[in-house]
């Protein structure tokens, strides 16, 4: 028999061969055969641990609210990293990184208490204000913090920056075309206006790609509404118009415009339209004559007749908008390249730039607290007259610091204190620069 011919050589003298001595050896062979097939699946299969980090689906369970800098078990990639950074069953080598994370980890906290602290000596209301903070000195150990940062709130014009990075994933695949974009301008009556020209006859001597790149920059750097309809429209062809439509018309419509919530739900954000919904157009929309949502965006608006004053929005959590960053920064997202070249906005900081532009991202928001530090800056912020906005990538100018910070203050107090995010940006430059010195 096999289990005979492996049975391991003894060192002292047989003993008498009767049945209980042979009867015992069989069953000390079996054991033996287990002990070693047990530990060889051991090492070839997972253990059920690591699969729950690794395989977590888009239907994970909402999670509470975190307000005390634990990052919350999110299925993506930044969640995992940090997971594996504090989880105390880790092996030995890591204990080092370990200890260092979680100091890293309770200094983030206080940081973020000094920006509640400072909205709370201001009078904002701090149930409205939302906060991620997230160490990128060590990009591969990233180290968070936060308040309030899984309450949905609305994004404002933030939401392009979602519309972005689908829009250059269809462009790399080949379903956008730069000519189309060109030509789609050319068929509407004020087509020209989206990039701030005079007649159809400039738009018809430039190049496609020449309009594709005012477009987007038009889009994130100007934050115009214009411009992010277009973009809107191509990605999901579910443009905007007049009348509204039929049923069955309006249903099909609002499949191919819920395709921008789908994009981020395949990748493991939010699935409950209440916590992510970045599907609803910003609004006026100038050259096609809309002040408010008409037509198919008003049915999308206000489905099955819901009173006016219970409206469809989008919704975006802090940490929907910082973990977007943090793919953005490090690789994670087709184009990364090209969309921090829109968000750049470095040269912007110096007062005497962004006092002459008709627009500027600057003046009352992070940006602004931060000028004489020259920094690395990255930014898309979003205001109307009932919040203000913003999502920064800060990087000091001697590289020694790295982090992003994103801020959302859901109140109309956050939109008439043009003072509050300039002096909590500066606040935090200060804090996580002496961390990392």
């Known amino acids: 028999m096999k289990n005979k011919q492996n049975k391991p050589r003894r060192k ?16 000390i062979i079996i054991v033996m055969f287990s002990l070693a097939i047990t530990g060889l699946l051991w090492i070839l299969i997972p253990s059920k641990k690591e699969n729950t980090q690794t395989n977590l689906t888009k239907e994970t369970p909402p999670v509470e609210a975190s307000s005390n800098g634990n990052l919350p078990q999110l299925p993506d990639n930044l969640s995992e990293s940090l997971a594996q950074n504090s989880d105390p069953s880790a092996s030995s080598n890591n204990n080092q990184n370990n200890n260092q994370n979680n100091n890293q980890n309770s200094n983030l906290n206080l940081i973020v208490d000094k920006i509640k602290n400072l909205a709370e000596q201001r009078g904002l209301p701090k149930d409205k204000l939302s906060i991620s903070l997230i160490d990128l000195t060590i990009p591969e150990v990233p180290v968070y913090a936060s308040f309030n940062d899984n309450i949905p709130r609305y994004p404002a014009s933030i ?11 269809q462009y790399q695949s080949g379903n956008i075309k730069a000519e189309d974009i060109k030509q789609k301008l050319l068929n509407e009556t004020k087509g020209f206006e989206v990039i701030e020209l005079k007649s159809k006859a400039e738009l018809q001597n430039l190049s496609p790609q020449i309009i594709l790149q005012r477009v987007l920059e038009r889009m994130i750097q100007d934050s115009d509404n214009n411009a992010a309809s277009v973009i809107v429209d191509f990605v999901t062809n579910a443009s905007s118009a007049q ?5 069955e018309k309006f249903n099909n419509w609002a499949k191919n415009r819920y395709y921008l919530n789908q994009f981020f739900i395949a990748k493991s954000y939010p699935n409950q339209i209440e916590n992510f919904n970045i599907s609803q157009k910003t609004f006026p929309i100038y050259y096609l004559d809309i002040e408010s949502p008409v037509g198919a965006d008003r049915q999308i608006r206000y489905p099955n007749n819901e009173p ?7 919704k975006l959590t802090t940490y929907s908008m910082a973990r977007l960053l943090y793919e953005i920064e490090t690789n994670q997202v087709k184009n990364s390249d090209k969309i921090k070249l829109l968000l750049n906005r470095k040269n912007e900081l110096n007062p005497e730039v962004w006092q002459k532009e008709p627009y500027d991202a ?31 990538i800060i990087t000091s100018a001697d590289g020694k610091t790295k982090y992003i910070l994103v801020i959302f203050g859901d109140d109309k107090k ?19 620069t002496k961390l990392n010195n």
Not at 17 to 27: A, E, H, W
Not at 159 to 169: D, R
Not at 308 to 314: A, D, G, L, T
């Open 12 to 27: 002292h003298k047989q003993q008498n061969d009767d049945n209980n001595n042979s009867y015992n050896l069989k069953i």
């Open 159 to 169: 939401v392009k920056l979602f519309w972005l990075v689908i829009f250059y994933e």
């Open 243 to 247: 009348d509204e439509l039929s049923p």
């Open 308 to 314: 006016e004053s219970n409206p469809v929005r989008n």
């Open 362 to 392: 600057i003046e009352g928001f992070l940006g602004q607290g931060i000028y004489q530090n020259n920094p690395q800056f990255y930014s898309k912020m979003g205001w109307t007259f009932n919040n203000r906005n913003d999502a920064v």
């Open 414 to 432: 956050y939109y008439e204190d043009k003072e509050f995010f300039p002096k909590l940006s500066k606040l935090v430059y200060q804090e996580m």
